[in-house]
């Protein structure tokens, strides 16, 4: 793959947590990795080796001790707050474990939410909620709050509203974790269509080996530290 | 949904709404916090402002052009002026004098029925119309043992038309009850001079002279003539003696209003914060996804001062719709109470409550400042 076609590249990237002493931790230490578009890569690791603190690299929620994170061809390191901010609203979507839809809104607003923060104003908004709520089989969702979903339906209205402002890159941490097998399959699967169909790159962060299957590369953690990549067989 | 609707629904996600209606119960109780402060403050600024209308009603509605008064007197209600009465005799021939009208102040008790109150009690000249006060009820017109007595004193000790009183154990029949008259701590009431120099018990005497000039005669020319003309007197042009009475009886008031609407808003003010302190970190995890999304600090200031203006103008609403119903009950039951609320002090205190908004914005707006969007990675 050329270098064009690399949606996040880190370049010895560390990044140190406490104070120096026994409570110092090396979260991430010393990793390279070049994330492609159109592909869906697993971070896999055991708890603690630091694939959260990887995407949080990556989408520039905190930065780097040491090394260099360029992410649709901008380095971060040095970027302020605002550029940050900036960035994440039209290239980064991010999607969690624990969802974080927000609760006050109905299912249609917390996915236009995004958009009108870039600009996008009603009812063009609206009327891409509907196209990504379609999509995602949410469309008699619309007008839910959140607490009225199930897990697998909350998640793929983070997912929607990572989707909003049609970013290159999406990051989702242990996006299955809080999810049944059938409803942690499905979320995957339309990653997975996400980063073919849409050219994105879509990292994912998770611990679930059954998510290997559904991977273009596996990229093993352990200590911070990269153990390994892998093409899984399919 | 159509595309119709107000511009502003049609913009986006009215998040500040829609966070304000999640929250209503904490929004609703913060509305009431800041709805009676801002009722405090009405109740304040009406009483400073019903003091301009009826406690100094009676002084500056006279129809006089100068008020003459004893040496270092510079106003009606805190001071003990006396002058000979024989001065008005020398005054009459001052050209350009039409009439003088002696004013003789007492204070003294009032009984009505069985109740004992104090009074400033104004002798006046039955027989002119510079001394007489504005009669609601009743006339202005008083015979010898007749009073006419402030409407809020009467309705605080029923007091009617007919009534029999005394004052400084006197009996006085009651023929009119006036207006402008009230002084919120002391209210005034009128009887014939004559008879105000029995219960003093000095004949020759009065505490003002009303002076009424020509139309040809220039109201400072007047004054300038009346100056020196008898030694040991003050004139002053009657606008300038009723700004002084204001002064004096505003003054007295001005510091424990000022000392109670300050109290009044720091208790708004602190409502308000803990209001959007609480709601931001309840909401902790809506504003750390906000800022995980995107949402550049602008917003985020706009989303907060949007909540905090909106508690504050519901606070205004609720304190000015409190303020309209419990205004006339308060007349009803406290009748010495002067409540009258100028257009100019309804905006003060809609300039107050803005500003309010924005400082009770401040501190929310620092805590927000520390919710880090990393934070949402730890499910
Ligand atoms: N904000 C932080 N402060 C201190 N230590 C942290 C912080 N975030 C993560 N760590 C530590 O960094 C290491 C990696 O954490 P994390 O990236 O969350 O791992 P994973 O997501 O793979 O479970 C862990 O030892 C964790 O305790
Ligand atoms: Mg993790």
Redesign the interface.
């Known amino acids: 793959m050329s270098e064009r076609e690399m949606a996040v590249r880190l370049a010895h990237v560390t990044r140190v947590f406490g104070a120096v002493g026994e409570t110092q931790v090396r979260a991430v230490d010393d990793v390279t990795l070049d994330l492609p578009r159109g592909g869906l890569t697993l971070l896999m690791g055991a708890s603690g080796s630091g694939k959260?603190t990887l995407?949080?690299l990556i989408?520039g929620?905190?930065a780097p001790t040491a090394g260099s994170v360029v992410v649709e061809d901008m380095s971060l390191v040095g970027l302020g707050?605002?550029a940050l901010?900036?960035?994440?609203?039209?290239r980064i979507g991010?999607v969690?474990?624990?969802f974080?839809l927000?609760?006050?809104?109905s299912v249609r607003?917390n996915i236009?939410?995004?958009?009108?923060?870039?600009g996008?104003?009603?009812?063009e908004?609206?009327a891409r909620a509907l196209q990504l709520a379609e999509r995602f089989g949410l469309h008699d969702r619309l007008d839910f709050r959140p607490r009225a979903l199930s897990g697998g339906e909350k998640q793929r209205v983070a997912i929607a509203?990572a989707l909003a402002n049609d970013p290159a890159v999406i990051l989702a941490?242990?996006p299955t974790?809080?999810l049944d097998a059938r409803a942690g399959d499905a979320v995957i699967a339309l990653l997975h269509a996400e980063a073919r169909q849409h050219r994105r790159a879509v990292i994912v962060a998770s611990h679930d080996p059954r998510i290997a299957p559904f991977a273009d590369q596996v990229v093993r953690l352990a200590f911070g530290r990269v153990d390994g990549i892998e093409v899984p067989l399919r | 949904?159509?595309?119709g609707g107000p511009r502003w629904?049609?913009?986006?996600?009215p998040?500040a709404h829609?966070?304000i209606?999640?929250?209503r119960m904490r929004f609703g109780i913060t509305i009431a916090g800041i709805g009676f402060a801002v009722v405090l403050m009405l109740f304040l600024l009406a009483l400073y402002d019903g003091v301009r209308v009826e406690s100094n009603g009676y002084v500056a509605g006279r129809p006089a052009d100068a008020w003459v008064a004893q040496d270092n007197t510079t106003n009606f209600i805190k001071s003990s002026s006396f002058l000979r009465a024989a001065i008005a005799d020398t005054l009459r021939t001052v050209p350009g004098v039409t009439e003088v009208s002696p004013i003789l102040r007492l204070i003294t008790t009032v009984d009505i029925g069985p109740r004992r109150t104090t009074a400033i009690v104004l002798g006046i000249d039955p027989a002119s119309s510079l001394a007489r006060p504005e009669v609601v009820e009743g006339t202005a017109q008083l015979q010898r043992g007749e009073m006419i007595l402030d409407r809020a004193l009467a309705q605080r000790h029923g007091a009617r038309i007919g009534d029999s009183l005394r004052a400084q154990g006197h009996p006085f029949r009651l023929v009119g009850l006036s207006r402008g008259t009230n002084a919120v701590l002391t209210q005034l009431a009128f009887i014939p001079i004559d008879d105000a120099r029995e219960l003093l018990g000095f004949r020759e005497v009065a505490s003002f002279l009303l002076v009424r000039g020509d139309s040809g005669t220039a109201r400072d020319t007047l004054v300038r003539r009346l100056e020196g003309r008898v030694a040991h007197t003050n004139v002053f042009a009657q606008p300038v003696f009723a700004e002084n009475n204001m002064q004096e009886l505003r003054g007295g008031l001005l510091p424990i209003l000022a000392t109670v609407a300050v109290l009044g808003g720091v208790v708004a003010l602190s409502v308000l914060t803990l209001l959007l302190y609480g709601a931001i970190l309840e909401?902790r995890?809506?504003y750390?996804?906000?800022?995980?999304?995107?949402?550049?600090?602008g917003?985020l200031a706009r989303l907060i001062l949007a909540q905090s203006l909106a508690a504050v103008a519901g606070g205004v609403l609720f304190g000015v719709l409190a303020y309209l119903g419990a205004a006339p009950i308060t007349r009803q039951v406290v009748p010495e109470m002067v409540l009258s609320l100028s257009p100019w002090s309804l905006t003060g205190v809609a300039a107050a409550a803005l500003l309010l908004g924005a400082l009770g914005a401040l501190v929310p707006l620092l805590r927000v400042a520390r919710i880090?969007?990393?934070e949402?990675?730890r499910?």
């Open positions: 959260t995407l949080s989408g929620l905190i707050q605002p901010t900036a960035l994440r609203l039209r991010i969690f474990q624990a974080h927000i609760d006050a809104l607003e236009e939410l995004p958009m009108n923060l870039a996008v104003e009603r009812p908004s609206q509203r941490d242990e974790g809080s | 949904m159509s595309a629904a049609r913009r986006g996600v998040l829609r966070l209606a999640f929250d909401r995890e809506a750390a996804l906000l800022k995980a999304i995107g949402a550049a600090d917003y880090y969007p990393a949402l990675f499910a």
